[in-house]
């Protein structure tokens, strides 16, 4: 018996989790397509749209400066355009290349592997806001508590999360080729319908309607409430619920869609 | 006693409304140099998968190390070669093959496994810099750095050069003689026979032989000779001669045989009309097919 169960040993977990965190890293950093996308970016439309009026007050009479408001607005957007671009587009890829072929024939089992993926994303996406958070601190001259910061910084990276899923879901159901397009084509839009490049009351009444239920823009009120500027009455224990229960669906969409690709190619 | 390491027990398998493999039944034992040989689409990919568990049998069973072919356990006992299977671009190659061997419960250092697949050179190159021999060679890397028990090679010598195939060949005989199991996939008799002490035959899903490779080659190894006449040869003229199929169309005349040369000269005894002669080696699916003819025959 003992003799037996030596034999049949599998490696450790921890170690490979380790090795397959820093290989999906890795992987995701060395594009520039997307590592400079994920971590400029954010900083750049900053720089375009946010510099400009950093010390103004948000609104007339508001102690809240417009620099602390869109710093808060791009951080949630490009820990979002982490998870939705470097899944969505990553995943099909790999797909695209076969690269899940010889990993299924392999020991590693298939949580660890999505598990090292989230992991790997979620560290660009911290150095996404570190990267826009000194941008907007030295150049930009934007003063917040330490609080303020460390509420800015945990709130974005958990709204990332239900967007891991979405990015999951996009990855499986998008093919190689239109997966860029197809995951801008759903991110752009609904991060400008979310009021995250222009408040919302500048954007047309039916998008007005539309916006409160959308995921980015729940989780918008909830970064902005970290910096005192949320823009509706609503308390953070709706939105958080919101954030919830678009993480719950998200990831049953990514599952069915990660069910159907392997009854597909491994049945 | 332990439990073979590969067994199809009654697996066929089907996609829609095709046939892949029907009713296969076969057992590889521990220390076993096998190889599975057939003409494209013959099933041979499909027997892999099944073995790896990356696909399911339609019916039958399909058993790893007595385990079945998902359980991790089997899995880490394992190393695999798979035809168009794709490694991330953006990792240098000692990078992926110390993420591969993270997989494993004992595998070997790293520099063992690159060196085995005679990458040293490359070591510190992106795979996706590498040429596609090096590709080839990198994947045998990854299949042998967990220190399996078991490798399972499909179609491993595609896009090789004959010196990267040599090499290659006698890397795989090195790791047979150190008594790991051997499954490989091939098209060519030439390897299978290099390789292997056991060829099982497959074609049209089926397992039409499986033998030595001295008894398969017997079967197998033929020529075909081709010639046009005038005339076709009447029956007497290529009676009692030593022939695995002939085929016979307008004036144009093909012969299978292992002893072209006896043939020929019976032929020309015979004074049979021969024009546009041509002996050559019968391709494996000629052979196939005589073989499977062979079988029905009574």
């Known amino acids: ?267 | 006693m332990s439990a073979p390491a590969v067994e199809l027990v009654n697996v066929s398998k089907r996609y829609g409304e095709v046939h892949a493999l029907d009713d296969v039944t076969l057992a590889i034992q521990p220390g076993e140099v096998v190889a599975m040989l057939g003409p494209n689409g013959a099933g041979k990919t499909t027997s892999i998968s099944l073995m790896l568990g990356m696909r399911n049998p339609t019916s039958g069973t399909a058993r790893l190390f007595g385990m079945d072919p998902k359980d991790l356990r089997a899995r880490s006992r394992i190393g695999v070669m798979l035809q168009e299977s794709g490694v991330p671009g953006m990792l240098r190659v000692e990078e992926i093959v110390d993420l591969f061997r993270s997989y494993y419960p004992a595998p070997l250092s790293r520099s063992e496994a690159i060196q085995m697949a005679g990458l040293e050179a490359k070591a510190h190159s992106l795979v996706k810099d590498l040429s596609g021999g090096q590709h080839q060679r990198l994947y045998l890397a990854l299949a042998v750095c967990g220190n399996p028990d078991a490798l399972f090679l499909d179609e491993p010598t595609v896009g090789m050069d004959v010196e990267g195939r040599r090499r290659f060949l006698e890397e795989i005989g090195e790791l047979a003689a150190k008594g790991r199991t051997v499954v490989l996939t091939t098209h060519y008799l030439e390897e299978a026979d290099q390789l292997a002490k056991r060829i099982i035959v497959i074609n049209h899903g089926r397992v039409i032989a499986d033998s030595s490779p001295a008894a398969i080659k017997a079967r197998v190894a033929g020529k075909r000779i081709t010639f046009s006449t005038t005339a076709p040869p009447e029956e007497s003229q290529l009676a009692g001669l030593r022939l695995s199929s002939r085929q016979i169309e307008d004036h144009r005349v093909r012969l299978l045989t292992n002893e072209p040369e006896e043939v020929l000269r019976e032929l020309f005894r015979r004074g049979v009309e021969i024009q546009n002669l041509e002996v050559a080696g019968a391709d494996l699916e000629e052979a196939f097919l005589a073989m499977t003819h062979d079988d029905v025959a009574p």
């Not at chain 1, 169960?5 to 965190?21: D, E, F, K």
């Not at chain 1, 801008?184 to 490049?197: D, E, R, V």
């Open chain 1, 1 to 267: 018996m003992s003799a037996v169960a030596a034999l049949n040993v599998t490696a450790s977990i921890a170690p490979m989790l380790a090795r397959q965190s820093y290989a999906e890293f890795v992987k995701l950093f060395r594009v520039p397509a997307f590592s400079v996308t994920s971590i400029v970016l954010p900083s750049m439309f900053y720089a375009f749209i946010g510099l400009g009026q950093a010390s103004e007050p948000l609104y007339p009479g508001s102690s809240v400066t417009f620099g602390a408001y869109f710093l808060a607005s791009m951080a949630l957007y490009g820990v979002a355009n982490v998870m939705v671009l470097g899944f969505g587009i990553s995943l099909a890829n790999e797909r695209g290349q076969k690269q899940d072929l010889l990993m299924k024939s392999t020991p590693l089992p298939a949580p660890v592997f999505f598990t090292a993926k989230a992991a790997s994303a979620l560290a660009i996406a911290l150095i996404s806001i570190i990267v826009l958070g000194l941008f907007a601190a030295v150049v930009a001259g934007v003063q917040l508590s330490a609080s303020q910061w460390l509420t800015l910084g945990w709130r974005a990276m958990l709204c990332s999360i239900p967007f891991i899923g979405l990015g999951f879901a996009l990855g499986y159901l998008a093919g190689p080729n239109s997966a860029p397009a197809v995951t801008n084509l759903i991110y752009l839009p609904t991060a400008f319908a979310s009021g995250l490049f222009f408040p919302l009351r500048l954007l047309p009444h039916f998008l007005q309607q539309i916006a409160p239920y959308l995921p980015l823009y729940r989780a918008a009120q909830l970064v902005w409430d970290s910096v005192g500027a949320r823009t509706e009455g609503g308390s953070i224990t709706t939105d958080w619920f919101y954030m919830g229960a678009y993480a719950v669906a998200f990831f049953l969409i990514a599952l069915w869609a990660y069910r159907r690709d392997q009854g597909r190619k491994f049945n």
